[in-house]
């Protein structure tokens, strides 16, 4: 049934406290509470209480020391209910014991158990699996834990208070929420360190792991105190309990969650060496090591009033991190991968059948709402408040945020309410950003006359499922003029659209300037341009917005990659010599040079010629793709193989932005090269190399040219003790297939018995790498959608999240022609009507089917 934000009402009750016992044990685990309620003052009356609990094996419930009488205790799937008449008119104390089965736990939602050791996941309502209690984020509590168990490590919120054999007990003074809580035991050890608030609170950090992970944890536990400290310095916040704890586990749905002062880490976002992590890797664990970390005020200190204030807590965190990686490594390069990530995942959402706003008014089940939409755009919006407001109103709206609702769980009407009122804005248009679904297009037309030069931009927004009309949205369009001889004569300035059509005039210019519209993407729409070459030529090589800069090269590609697919047209020779001139430039930062020579991805193509009302033919676009990289290799092979050298490491590995910026140069060089030379250098390179960056470029590119006979075994046998490198090597080898053997290439790797399906990184792996393979899953035969579609249902009844979230393969599938739209259609309804369906499943399909 589908939950909606008008609903909301705040709970009937308060809690004071919360006491959690715990006897861990596999099959048996006894979950003990005492939790102290009193009336809610915001709802007059008398309630029956209401506790969810899923999964709980009831043995006791007490109100007040006597036994709740089985007449006033109503147990349901969902939780269980005592009558009004059962509960006194005062505060009273609600006393439960359950009984729950960690080990037979493999949804990994509330305890389960993962590689022998307990652990949990509550967000979003995982917490009602591990005991009754009202589960949502607007009732919070402090709670303390005792946990009794035979593990050597007993971790949960809050700080330590006492210990013994067998036992250890936590005490967390922060008032939370349920989905906030984490317990954790386990045979484990630690990277021990610490870290002195400005104020002088020394508080202890630990990372644990399992034993033999240990040498892999200090790259992370840097990232830690650069993430505090830089918290303190950008946005004032200093951390607030003795201690902070990080877990990774093996197991786990998602990347990593914030819970109140023990953070649980995915492994792969924890663990890194040169030998085992690529760059990307590095970046990643530092960006979400920041991000659970900036949790602790943009999320847990200020937490969400219900699940469709999401993008509240998730949207601000996630600009946080892009703030701090920008910070961290280089700004105009962290704001392109940003990009290039937004427009492959969320204008990909917001296009297709699963639009929704970054504020859902609606859903079935919130899990499926963890979106590039709710996270991504989110991010993107509050980037175009702080374009709007400036940073100083940014600074003022966000020493309020934290002022007003310190201990609050809030709502984005809260959020808006603290910018209007530090900057006096009127922002009741600019809140349709969180309202509307779509993705806005904004088309732009140029008029010169008598030194004037006049832009007129008009937006619209094509409709999404249940918003047919949309209203003209503020857009920050940030705007710069070059004189022909690339010369700046107008830095970068911001216009504020309102209308839905709008022109901006620059007077008393000398002669005609050419404009650079959309600097640094400051708004998150398509720009609508017809540009000549030339014009992309020159602000390729003279913008002096780094961003719009490689945009001129990006828009050049994809225009000679549309007229190759369309048109059969030869690749131009104009862009490639660009492409060149750039490549030897060796004042541009060697990572902006690998991300121009990086071509537009072929599921980029597919949705662009989808929206020129072509049915995109995978096969073609993936032929283009390659004909295109091959030419560029051909034309350019001396500068790339110069810099494929030049690139080389010198000295010892550093995992900074320098030395990978150097490393991503050489390995774009390397897939180029790799067309022509027959995979000589990959050979070369997959022999010698010391860092997995390398190593996994080498294979790929093997594989590729079609020698990798010896180096996928060999590989294999090198790191088979290592899971992480195993996932890589599923990944890898289903990513790279030659689109028609990638569904065999699946098929066969699936039978293989290191095809831990269960474990959600390795079913990720071959499941999400097949899918990222845009000419094999979209293979005319239908073979790869059909074992995708076998696979979902494999995994739906033993892990519903990651079916349900694997199945957004889909989502683009009215983009394609008839066949196989009927192909996927008919996948989509075999699944939908398989007996017992998740909820979560059964909610994305019948989204992406258009039910
Ligand atoms: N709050 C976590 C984070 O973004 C993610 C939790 C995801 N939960 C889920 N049910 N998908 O840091
Ligand atoms: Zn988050």
């Known amino acids: 049934q589908t939950i909606y934000l008008k609903d909301y009402q705040p709970f009937p009750f308060r809690i004071e406290r919360v006491d959690l016992t715990f006897r861990l ?45 089985a007449a006033l205790l109503t147990v349901t799937d969902e939780g269980a209910t005592v009558a009004a008449q059962a509960l006194p008119d005062g505060p009273f104390l609600w006393e439960a014991e359950v009984e729950i089965d960690p080990e037979g736990n493999t949804a990994l939602e509330g305890l389960y158990m993962s590689g022998g050791m307990y652990c949990t996941q509550c967000e979003a ?54 989905y906030l809580f984490a317990l954790v035991a386990g045979n484990l050890v630690n990277l021990p360190d610490s870290f002195t608030t400005r104020s002088g609170r020394k508080v202890d950090l630990n990372i644990w792991v399992r034993p033999g992970d240990l040498d892999r944890c200090a790259f992370a536990m840097d990232s830690l105190i650069r993430s505090m400290t830089w918290d303190e310095e950008a946005y004032g916040r200093e951390y607030d309990l003795d201690v902070f704890n990080i877990v990774a586990v093996d197991d786990f749905n998602m990347g990593a969650m914030e819970n109140k002062g023990l953070n649980i ?14 760059d990307l890797d590095f970046e990643r664990i530092e960006g979400v090591i920041a991000h659970e970390y900036f949790h602790n005020w943009t999320g847990n200190r200020i937490t969400c009033r219900d699940w469709f204030q999401l993008c509240l807590k998730e949207g601000l965190t996630v600009f946080r991190d892009q703030q701090f990686t920008s910070a961290m490594r280089s700004e105009p390069v962290k704001r392109i991968e940003d990009v290039l990530s937004l427009r492959a995942r969320q204008f990909r959402e917001d296009m297709g059948p699963l639009a929704h ?21 989110g991010a993107e919006v509050i980037g175009m408040l702080k374009r709007l407001v400036g940073d100083d109103g940014y600074a003022r709206a966000l020493d309020l945020y934290f002022d007003r609702h310190d201990g609050d769980a809030a709502t984005i009407e809260d959020w808006l309410k603290v910018f209007e009122d530090a900057t006096g804005r009127d922002l009741s248009q600019f809140k349709r950003w969180y309202t509307d679904a779509g993705t806005p297009r904004l088309s732009v037309s140029e008029d010169w006359r008598d030194g004037t030069l006049t832009l007129t931009f008009t937006q619209m927004t094509p409709p999404t499922p249940g918003q047919d009309t949309k209203l003209p949205r503020v857009i920050p369009i940030a705007v710069g003029l070059l004189n022909p001889n690339g010369d700046e004569i107008l830095p970068t300035t911001i216009l504020e659209m309102t209308e839905a059509t709008q022109s901006f005039r620059f007077a008393d210019l000398a002669s005609r300037p050419v404009a650079s519209i959309l600097r640094g993407f400051s708004a998150p729409v398509v720009l609508e341009r017809e540009v000549p070459a030339s014009e992309r030529a020159f602000l390729l090589a003279h913008d002096t917005d780094p961003f719009n800069r490689w945009e001129a090269g990006r828009a050049l590609a994809k225009d000679v990659l549309v007229r190759m697919v369309t048109d059969d047209d030869a690749p131009s020779a104009d862009y490639i010599s660009a492409l060149g001139r750039l490549l030897t430039d060796d004042s541009l930062d060697p990572a902006f040079r690998a991300l121009c020579l990086r071509l537009p991805s072929e599921d980029d193509l597919a949705q662009t010629l989808a929206e020129a009302g072509r049915s995109p033919d995978p096969d073609r676009i993936h032929t283009a793709r390659e004909t295109l990289a091959r030419t560029v290799a051909e ?39 790799n067309r022509i030379d027959g995979g000589a250098r990959a050979q070369t390179l997959f022999d010698a190399a010391g860092n997995m960056t390398e190593s996994a470029a080498a294979l790929a590119c093997l594989i590729e040219a079609g020698r990798a006979e010896a180096a996928l075994p060999a590989f294999h046998e090198r790191w088979k ?4 490198v195993i996932d890589k090597w599923f990944m890898i080898q289903v990513v790279h297939a030659a689109p028609h053997q990638a569904a065999e290439v699946a098929e066969r790797l699936a039978a293989h018995p290191d095809f831990d399906w269960r474990n959600p990184n390795r079913a990720r792996s071959l499941l999400g790498g097949i899918a990222a393979n845009h000419a094999g899953f979209h293979h005319a035969s239908g073979a790869a959608y059909r074992f995708y579609a076998d696979w979902l249902l494999r995994l739906d009844p033993v892990n519903p999240q990651i079916a349900a979230r694997l199945s957004t393969a889909f989502e683009t599938w009215a983009r394609y022609d008839a066949d196989r739209r009927a192909m996927v259609a008919a996948e989509l309804q075999r699944i939908r009507s398989a007996p017992g369906l998740s909820r979560d499943l059964s909610e994305m399909t019948g989204r992406i089917l258009g039910l």
């Open 721 to 724: 003790g290592n899971r992480l």
């Open 357 to 377: 706003p970054p504020r859902p008014s609606s859903f079935v089940e919130i899990n499926n709402f963890y979106t590039a939409t709710v996270y991504e755009k």
């Open 25 to 69: 044990a596999p099959k048996t685990t006894r979950v003990i509470s005492r939790i102290a309620f009193a009336p809610n003052p915001e709802r007059a009356g008398r309630h029956d209480l209401f506790l969810h609990g899923e999964k709980l094996r009831l043995i006791a419930a007490r109100i007040d020391g006597a036994d709740v009488p």
């Open 125 to 178: 309502e995982g917490f009602r699996k591990i005991t009754y209690y009202p589960d949502r984020p607007d009732v919070m509590a402090p709670f303390k834990v005792r946990i009794e168990s035979d593990m050597p490590v007993m971790l949960s919120n809050g700080n330590p208070t006492a210990s013994g054999p067998g036992w250890a007990e936590w005490d967390d003074p922060w008032p939370k929420p349920s």
């Open 265 to 278: 880490f995915n492994s792969k976002l924890v663990l890194a060496s040169p030998e085992t992590a690529t």
């Open 635 to 673: 034309r350019l092979v001396r500068p790339l193989a110069l810099t494929y050298d030049a690139m080389a490491d010198r000295g010892p590995f550093s995992p900074d932005a320098t030395a990978a910026g150097r490393r991503s140069l050489r390995v774009a060089a390397l897939g180029l090269l």
